[in-house]
């Protein structure tokens, strides 16, 4: 089986999982069609077309040689499907940390069952440097950019934080907190031209997924290629147009099945997704063959639209 279809069918197994949970019905893939996206899945009497769309091209070398090494230890066995959702990183920091990522993924996904949801704490080095006595403020490169106000309320002076290998904040805010305490208290210790090195942890997401085939279980990373930028609008926009016309000139969807559903898989978190804004700028006829459109961003499920003669909560 193709590394192709083994993703997409983890993709939509995750996906049946969800249904099946926010609508409290069983939903399962019952079918692989000859296309490594496309698939059968059923609730009950019903049968619906599933295509499943990573909407980054490829997976660089190093995270498939890192993903083949956490799966090729003996440490990793489990009884179910394991989706990392890794913040892009580059293969210098790869080289640092590899053995760092696999003890923790590894660590991360033990005990997790069916259905439970968690964030794989990553420490993260970090470079904070004071460059003038008076005012307050941090300018902050990185993932924790996104609460440079947050810290810069806790400081005195002109600071510079070089977090260019952050990359995802915590979703719960005790976390968060932590971490803005830490870098607002080791600034009180520091002079103009002073620096100080410090480690907090970055957090990446993890879905389990029910499994179909207790041999074939696995941990993937769900990590974008160096060059794709998961949030650049007009690139998805344009990915997804690609997507919606590749989908109607196939056709795959026989008229016995009752609803055709698309799966946007993206790597960006879920507050910095724009597949939602992209598809509000892109032609309803693109899309009108296609009656339920979802996404997933870092482990988040959204339903992005979805046909009004179409109730998921009708038998």
């Known amino acids: 089986m193709s590394e192709d279809l083994n993703y997409n069918r983890i993709f939509a197994n995750l996906l049946t999982d969800w249904l099946s949970l926010k609508f409290f019905k069983t939903y399962k893939v019952t079918k692989e069609l000859s296309e ?42 489990h009884n179910e499907n394991h989706i990392v959702w890794m913040p892009k990183k580059t293969e210098l920091f790869l080289n640092q940390n590899n053995e760092t990522i696999i003890k923790k993924v590894r660590q991360g996904v033990k005990g997790l069952e069916f259905g439970d949801y968690r964030e794989i704490r990553i420490p993260i080095d970090i470079t904070l440097s004071q460059t003038e006595e008076d005012g307050s403020y941090v300018a902050i490169n990185g993932g924790l950019s ?56 970055e957090y990446w997401p993890i879905n389990t997924i029910q499994s179909t085939n207790n041999n074939d279980n696995k941990i993937i990373l769900a990590t974008a290629n160096k060059d794709f930028d998961a949030t650049n609008g007009p690139l998805i926009r344009k990915k997804i147009r690609k997507i919606f016309k590749e989908f109607s000139e196939k056709n795959i969807s026989s008229n016995n099945n009752d609803l055709k559903i698309v799966f946007l898989v993206n790597s960006s978190t879920h507050e910095d997704e724009v597949i939602s804004s992209s598809l509000r700028g892109i032609n309803p006829d693109f899309y009108k063959d296609i009656d339920l459109i979802l996404s997933i961003n870092s482990g988040t499920i959204s339903i992005l639209n979805k046909k009004d003669t179409f109730n998921l909560n009708n038998d």
Do not use: C, H
């Open 36 to 77: 490594s996206n496309n698939f059968i899945i059923s609730q009950r009497n019903k049968q619906f077309t599933l295509s499943v769309y990573q909407l980054w091209d490829s997976k660089d070398n190093d995270i498939n040689e890192l993903e083949k090494n956490i799966n090729q230890s003996s440490d990793t066995e």
């Open 146 to 201: 996104k609460i440079w106000t947050k810290i810069s309320s806790g400081v005195k002076g002109i600071y510079q934080l070089d977090g260019s290998n952050y990359g995802r904040l915590p979703s719960e805010k005790a976390e968060e907190k932590i971490i803005i305490e830490k870098i607002q208290e080791a600034s009180k210790l520091l002079n103009v031209g002073e620096a100080s090195f410090l480690t907090v942890d």
